[in-house]
Each structure stands twice: as C-alpha cells, then as structure tokens.
C-alpha cells in the first residue's frame, strides 16, 4: 500500500518544540499554536502537481501534504476544489485586468469552515477523540457538527446568540449539543475552556487543535494550482480568526520546498477587517507582532468580529513576510460591494467576502494593486446564510389573473 | 479553432417537426417542449471519455454536447461535477449496500436550477435576448436571475408569497425585476404568460425554452463518469417540472448512442413527489401517458409542488422505458429522513433531497431495491436554504462566566 500522508510531527513557531502528531495536541507548552510538518523530501519523490490535477475534485487530492494517515479515517463530505473565476465586468469597473474570486460558498455547509472540520475531524476520529468542544461564530460549529456526526463523535458548540440563525440549525439537525452565549465568541471561547480543563473533551477552538489549519491551507493549494501552478500578485482574504491566511502562507512555503512554484515569489497576502473589529489593522498600521483585544467589536460580517485572535502573530507575520498589508472596510462599503459583486457577476457572497472587493477596489485606488495584476478575493461563504444582509422594500405583489403590463410597473 | 458544440437543431419529441436552433426557440406549435438534437457521430470522432475527465471540474466539460457555440458566451459561476459520495452509515440502515448522494446542494445558489440557469442563460445571451420572464417555486427565480445579471439581461421573475424567503433576496440582490403571487407557480405561470403575449420577452418558463434540460441532463453525465462511465442501477429524483428526470434520460440516451455506456443499460428512474402533491404517482399507478393537474396542492418540499407539469408525458415515458416507478412520500417521512441524512452523514439536504432518501428506504423495505444495487438519491439543494425545516426547541442560553458543568445540560 503507497504512503496516504508524509506527516513528520508537530511544531512551535514559537519557541520551536517538537511534539508527537500520533498522540492528542493542542497548544505548546508556551501557549503557541502548533503547525504540523511534513517529510517534503519524501513527498517530492512520491507525487507530481500533474499527478494531483489528475485526481478527484476535493481537497484531499493533496492528501500527501495532509495529516491523516489512514484513508479510511478520511471524513468527506466531497469538499473543496471550490471555482476560481475571473470577473471581467467587475474588474473592469475597478481597473482590475485579471480580478479573480476564489468561491468558497461552493462547498457542503456553504461556508470554507468546512476545509478545517473535515481535516481536523478527520484527524480526531484517527486520534480515537469521542468528544470535542469549541466556540464559534457559527459557520465553523455548524461545519464541525456536522463532520463529528458523521464520525460519530459528540461536538459541544457554544456560539453568540447573534451567530447567524442557519448556523444553529445546523447543528441541531446533525445531533449536535448546542449552546447559545449572550455575549461574544470570546465569551463563548471562556466557556469552552472551563469546559475543557474540568470535563478533558478535546479543545476544538480556533487554533488549539494543529489541523484546522491544514484544511484550511489547501485553498493555498487550490490558488495556485488552479493558476497553473503560480501564485497570484495579490490574495485579499477576511480574517478573523485568520486561520485562513496562515494556512494559505504555509501552503506557499510548503510548496516552494516541493519546488513546485518559483522560490521566493510570494502573493502580497492582505488581511481585510471590518472597521467595527480590526484588531490586526491596528497592530499592522503600527508595525507590532501582536494584536490588543478590539474592545466593544461589532460588524454584520459575523464571521470576523474576532476581537483578539490567538494567533494574531502568526497573521501580522505572513503580512510582513509577503510584503501585504491590512486594511479595514466600513459596513457600508461592504454592504455596497455585496450588491455589486451580486449585479454585476452573480455571485451572492456573504458580508465577509464583500469585504475583500471593498478592499481590493480601494487598494487599487491607492494604487497599492496595480491594473494588471493578478488579484484574487476570497469569498469564505455563500450570502444565502445571511438572509439579512438583503433588505426588499415595496416589492409588487399579485393576485392570481393579474397583468404584469397593467399593474404598477 | 476547434467546434465547442455539436449542436445540430431543435426537434419535437411528440410530432418530430424539426427547429432552426440558430433562432429563438420556444414550444413546438404543436404545444410540446422541444429537445436539443446534436451530430454524436461527429461528437464520437472528436472527443472520448478520458478527455473529458481531464478537463476543469465544471458542466462545461461536456461542452461539445451543449447548445452554445462560441465559448465566449458561456456563462459560468462554476458550477457543476458536484460530489458523488458514498453513504455506509445511512446504507446500513436502510440495508442497502451502495447508497450514494448526488449533492446538488454544492453548486453556485445551492440549487441544481443552477444548471439549467448557466446553460439556459448562456444559450439566450448567444441568441441576443435582452429581457427573460418566468414563473418559479423560488430556486430556478433565483438561480436564472443571478445568470442573467452577469449576462446583461433583464430577467423578470413571478413567485408564490410562500416560496423560501432566501430566493426573493437573491433576486433582489441579482437586480431583477422581481413579483411575488399570492398563488401557486401554475398562478405564477398565467401571469408569465401574458406578458410573453403582450410584450414579446424570452418566456424561460420551465420546457418553454429547449435549453435548460440540456444543463440538467450534465446531472445523468456527471454520475456516468463519477461510477466510471457506468450507469448505476437506480436512480430517484424528486419530481416537480420533472426537467432533471428528463434530462438524465436523455443524457442516458446520448451516451448509449456514443458509445460511452454499455447499449440498453439503463438506471431504474423513480420520480418522488410529496403525497401532497403527487401528479405523476398517479398517472403512473394508472399507467398514463399524461398527468392531471392536483387540486389544492401542499408540500414544504416547495420546489415539487407543481400540480401539473409541462413535460409530464416525458417523465412518465422514462419511468415506463426505463423500468423505474413514481412514489409519494409524506411530510412525516421526509422531515425524518432530513434529520436522520444529517445526523449520520453529515449531509444538511432540502426537503426535496430528503424524499428521496424516504424513498429509497421505502423501495427497499417492498424489495422494489434489492440490497446490493448502487442506488443514487439525487438532493436538488442546500438544507440552509430552508431554515423553516429545522426546529429548534429549548436550547440553552448561558450568560458569559456560566459554566456548561454546571447548566442544564
């Protein structure tokens, strides 16, 4: 039987300890996430990017550079692959050449959580985890619930009560043990780990278990392959948590050791925050290494009302890294862009992903991004989950016999 | 330049009079729905099976046997080779050893109209339609208007008060001209209608365009290539217009004709309608040729309530041709097999989706499915686009500073 995954162990970026990838980890003992790495060497002998574009469409194509060993532990729901499209009409309203979206609503569970539940449950269920526990903002617990119900592993999911409502029914129809908090994921995230330290279920927070990540960095994967194996000038993505653009980072570099694209040539990764919660804005616009917890943080892309990120270093470093920047969009602007994206191209994509094209419009305007480069925006979900970004007033309506030509059009 | 389409004319499948598909389309004057005919010897000489596999994960792979000729009109979101995946936990309950899903949630506005929106919309910006009308159940309205916007056309859509609430706004967000009815889509319909006759615009109703079967038909080529270019021995479909059902046939059909499958090999096709709502059961019980419209219709499966189909004669000659059935299922059942798909595979399914599964499990426990057939459900849709399906009762609600040790749980 070939090799399914070329995992070596786990690492500190911090303070650089190793660890055992075959038994429970959750953070360093300095308090850092943990990132999982690979036999690279190994892996560039065994597959081939043409050997991958040959496979299924989902994520675990790249299954080498995953952290499951055994296929059979491999818990899909058919995930990934998700389109990368041009957008002619759009870019041309921005002065963009070569605008891209990278559609992460297309996807099971509507929402690109579903990269790091189906890694990291897939994972847990290799690792014998019968129990876990997180707090979320609501895309990522309904992901997970849904994951852990198809590998029978019981999820605790405490999420704000202002998370939106398809994200709780979600988790209640896959059997979940839901819990709502009056209050912010933060909140949510203390409860969690009372939970963790009293009743020792597996911690499934945002970057206190080493997987999540690794789902998440296939969008890296995807990017580029999908580019014909070479990396974009510029990648924009929302971040909260930042989950996403950490792994989109770790992608690059994985994938330069592999000598699969060009050393040294990085997309300029930019951190999009919403002006209500922008914690990473702030500490980027002052060149630190960490961020303050955003007091009083509100904004209706949900999904980035993180107010203090635990792995806000890790962010700030791979801005610093590719030579990208921060910026932070008012709901307005995002609002407007969700419109436009709608409109113009067709696509519906959530608050959070409006906030990209926010971004990359202004950024073009500063002359940060330049006309013909090659930009790509991230819509994490699909706007049919937030029902309420959409405001109709005064729509017709008919009785049955009634014209369309006689009635008030 | 190589040829995108081998598309030939337009032809009458009651009364064999034959179009000029280089015009615009709509019935045969004999009131039937026209179907797309295509030169497969010449598709034959020009492209096999394990070309198409190579191509990008998206409907268009199968180009050559779609109906636009110049690329550059496709209209794409990306949608299409949504996943096909086994379910065992699920399979094992019902007894059935190859239970499989055909996730149409997983597509661009989490609905396989999508697929008859992309080909459909594609098709008419070739032809130069500037303004499109159509009556909906909500998702085809959504997913055409969508289409239509990044097309440039005006896309006029009439749907019941009662249709999901999600699909109003994507209209809305699309920019469409959009009429709610307090009615039914066969109210919706009349209205559609006579704005066609008066005012001379596209009339996309369902069948009264050739176009959008031949989207829906990449559904029956999509799982021919996902089990290897073989057909599995039953399919079940649930049945509202009944285009999907048609288009599979056909593309069962076409690929017979080239050779791609094995000759008079077919899927068992099995229409599923709600008991509420169950026309074509009917006609079949009675082995007719046509269906009689179903007075005073309900279903919360919302998409398949539609009293009295267009293309009715069709779907019942490919149950009749292909040894399939048709079969109601209550509201009772579909809710409990909506609950019991996710909880154990993860899959959040429409109500729609959800009959089919209540429908297998039925077939099964008759011994109408015999345990050790590949049996695909087909879900039309994303569950998160029926948030009204789930209800949640009494969940707890913690204040920050509670402990889930000691609250309620």
């Known amino acids: 039987m070939t090799q399914f995954s070329f995992i070596s162990h786990l ?18 003992e300095c308090g850092s996430p943990l990132l999982v790495r690979y036999n690279l060497e190994d892996v560039k002998k065994h597959v081939t990017p043409e050997e991958i574009q040959r496979r299924s469409a989902s994520l675990w194509r790249y299954h080498e550079l995953l952290p499951v060993h055994n296929e059979k532990d491999v818990v899909t729901l058919g995930e990934g692959l998700t389109p990368l499209e041009k957008l002619d009409k759009l870019g041309s309203t921005y002065e963009l050449d070569n605008l891209y ?19 990291g449950i897939s994972k ?21 619930a849904l994951y852990a119900a198809k590998a029978n592993i019981k999820a605790t999911i405490v999420m704000p009560l202002d998370a939106p409502q398809i994200t709780r029914k979600e988790v209640h129809i896959a059997g979940g043990d839901l819990h709502l908090i009056n ?43 999908q580019f014909g194996w070479k990396v974009p000038d510029v990648i924009l993505y929302p971040t909260g948590g930042g989950v996403g653009i950490i792994g989109i980072y770790k992608a690059i570099l994985e994938m330069q050791a592999l000598g699969w694209i060009e050393k040294d040539k990085f997309p300029r990764l930019v951190a ?3 002006e209500g919660c922008a914690p990473i804005v702030d ?3 002052k060149g630190e290494k960490e961020s303050k917890f955003f007091e009083d943080s509100t904004t209706c892309a949900f999904g980035i009302n993180v107010p203090k990120a635990l792995g806000d270093f890790l962010v700030l470093d791979s801005l610093y890294k590719t030579e990208g920047c921060a910026i932070a969009i008012s709901e307005q602007e995002l609002l407007a862009a969700q419109k436009e994206v ?10 959070e ?22 930009v790509v925006c991230l819509n994490t979900g699909a706007g049919i989950k937030y029902p309420e970004t959409v405001e109709i007033e005064g729509v017709n309506t008919l009785q049955p016999g009634d014209s369309l030509l006689t009635s008030k059009r």
């Open 101 to 119: 979206i990278k559609d992460e609503g297309i996807i099971p569970t509507g929402s690109f959580k579903t990269r790091g539940a189906s890694v």
């Open 183 to 225: 209050g912010l994921i933060s909140d949510a995230g203390k409860v969690v780990a009372q939970l963790v330290q009293d009743a020792g279920v597996y911690d499934a927070s945002t970057l206190k278990e080493p997987y999540r990540i690794e789902g998440k960095k296939t969008m890296g994967y995807e990017i580029v392959e």
């Open 342 to 351: 709608a409109s113009l191209e067709g696509n519906f994509v959530c608050p």
């Open 283 to 285: 500490a980027w616009k």
């Open 124 to 144: 847990a269920k290799e690792l014998g985890v019968k129990q876990l526990a997180m707090p979320t903002n609501g895309n990522a617990g309904a992901a997970w």
């Open 353 to 374: 992903g409006a906030a990209t094209f926010a971004a990359a419009k202004k950024l073009r305007e500063q002359g940060w991004i330049k006309q013909e480069e090659h």
């Open 11 to 28: 690492e500190c970026p911090k303070c650089n300890k190793t660890y055992d990838e075959k038994q429970i980890q959750q953070l360093c």
């Open 272 to 274: 999009v925050q919403a």
